[in-house]
């Protein structure tokens, strides 16, 4: 199956900073990335659509201005938390599609572990 | 709007002890059928995608159908290493991206 990657898989940052993950897509090209969060037992929630080229498109009841998504290339996707509090704690996961048409996978990178003090 | 139930919400087995996990959707129109497993700390692992009722696909000891309703994941004769959060998710049809919606998940815990 097709690999997604992200940087870093685990992060620790100070309230009032801000941090970048990176999503990348290894042996494919995704013209479409989605960024997810998951609170411990939880499952996952979708936060934004990013699409390569153009502005993310976000769910309800996220934040654009707090969470920031850049597509800037099709093997790449950024979500930066700006201004992070310890409610934004938690596992983010960005996934990307294979395939077109009727028949596609979405696959999911590892997950990367945010921890606001 | 789309939703998704899974039960049951956490299952034990012993290994070798086979069962089924299911999952309930309600779905303007269903595009595509997703199941996952997530082992903890990490990404969902894809297993799975059903696009029409009666599609059945296997993979090793695991093996989903569709109907109109819901899916069901039949785990033949498990082992301890299947342990893991199983996750459903459905795709609606009609909309220009591949957005999931996802089910709570059912814990399965396989004892050796």
């Known amino acids: 199956g097709a690999v997604v990657s992200q940087h870093p898989s685990w992060v620790i940052c100070k309230s009032g900073t801000s941090v970048k993950i990176e999503c990348r897509s290894l042996?494919?090209?995704?013209?479409?990335m989605f960024w997810y969060r998951q609170f411990p037992k939880q499952s996952l929630m979708l936060m934004a659509t990013?699409?390569?080229?153009?502005?993310?498109?976000?769910e309800q009841g996220v934040e654009k201005d707090k969470f920031l998504i850049n597509h800037a290339s099709l093997t790449l996707s950024t979500l930066t938390v700006t201004s992070a509090h310890p409610e934004d704690s938690s596992f983010y996961i960005c996934?990307?599609?294979?395939?077109?048409?009727?028949?596609?996978?979405?696959?999911f990178g590892p997950g990367t572990r945010l921890t606001v003090t | 709007e789309d939703q998704v139930t899974q039960s049951p919400e956490a299952l034990r087995l012993q290994e070798g002890e086979s069962s089924s996990l299911n999952c309930s959707y309600t779905?303007?129109?269903?595009?595509?059928l997703f199941w996952y497993r997530q082992d903890p700390g990490k990404g969902p692992e894809f297993l799975f995608t059903l696009y029409s009722a009666g599609e059945e696909k296997e993979k090793e000891r695991l093996k989903a159908t569709l109907t109109k309703k819901e899916s069901f994941l039949h785990i033949t004769a498990p082992k301890p290493e299947d342990s893991a959060t199983y996750l459903c998710a459905v795709q609606a049809s009609g909309g220009s991206n591949y957005k999931l919606t996802f089910g709570k998940g059912t814990l399965l815990t396989v004892n050796p």
């Open positions: 042996d494919f090209q995704a013209t479409t």
């Open positions: 996934s990307a599609t294979v395939g077109s048409g009727p028949y596609y996978e979405q696959y």
């Open positions: 990013s699409n390569e080229g153009s502005k993310a498109t976000y």
């Open positions: 779905v303007s129109g269903l595009r595509g």
